[in-house]
């Protein structure tokens, strides 16, 4: 008779955070801010007014959206303050970027909305490889998960790298 195939990694007890998987959970949109320059070159409050009241915030809703121009043109802080304003309530987060640089800003915004308790005094894998983002979203991670787990891991739950290991 053969032995059953073990899981060991399933037995191991180990918790796995998948950056890429919450990212692919979230929906990606922008706003490009060029269709309101006047001539091309300015924003006129009047009229960029009107045209944030008459916003469609449906196709935002719930998601992450960078906010952009792709025109060369100076765009005044008050401008980008409206659409946040615009979108609150509407949008999960708001970014002052290109959209290619969306995936990034999301990153590094998910540790910080971490529920830290599902990690308490557990062992975390953190999956990352793969990722565009740099360390910014790893090292957050380390900051918010390191006083609450028992061990923190980087790689795959075959093959990780120690991070940090509770000596309590």
Same mark, same amino acid.
């Given at each position: ?14 918790? *796995? ?7 692919? *959970?979230?929906?990606?949109?922008? #706003?490009?801010? $060029?269709? *309101? =320059? +006047?001539?091309?070159?300015? #924003? ?6 009107? +045209? ?8 935002? &809703? ?8 792709? $025109? &060369?043109? #100076? #765009?005044?802080? +008050? ?23 969306? /995936? $990034?800003?999301? =990153?590094?915004?998910?540790?910080? &909305? ?7 005094? *557990? ?17 957050? =991670? ?22 940090? /290991?509770?000596?309590?």
């Amino acid at each position: 008779m053969e032995d059953a195939i073990r899981n060991r990694v399933e037995e191991s007890g180990l918790v *796995q955070l998948d950056l890429s998987a919450l990212l692919a *959970q979230r929906t990606l949109r922008d #706003i490009d801010l $060029a269709p *309101q =320059l +006047w001539q091309g070159l300015a #924003i006129r409050e009047q009229e960029f007014r009107a +045209w944030l009241k008459g916003l469609d915030c449906a196709p935002f &809703e719930g998601a992450d959206v960078a906010v952009h121009c792709s $025109a &060369e043109a #100076i #765009i005044p802080e +008050w401008a980008w303050m409206l659409v946040a304003a615009a979108l609150h309530g509407h949008a999960h987060s708001v970014h002052v970027c290109p959209p290619s640089s969306l /995936k $990034a800003a999301v =990153l590094a915004r998910i540790p910080d &909305e971490l529920d830290l308790d599902a990690f308490r005094g *557990q062992r975390v894998v953190v999956k990352g490889c793969g990722l565009d983002a740099g360390a910014g979203p790893a090292v957050r =991670l380390v900051e918010r998960l390191q006083p609450v787990v028992k061990a923190l891991m980087f790689g795959e739950p075959c093959s990780t790298v120690p991070v940090y /290991k509770s000596r309590s």
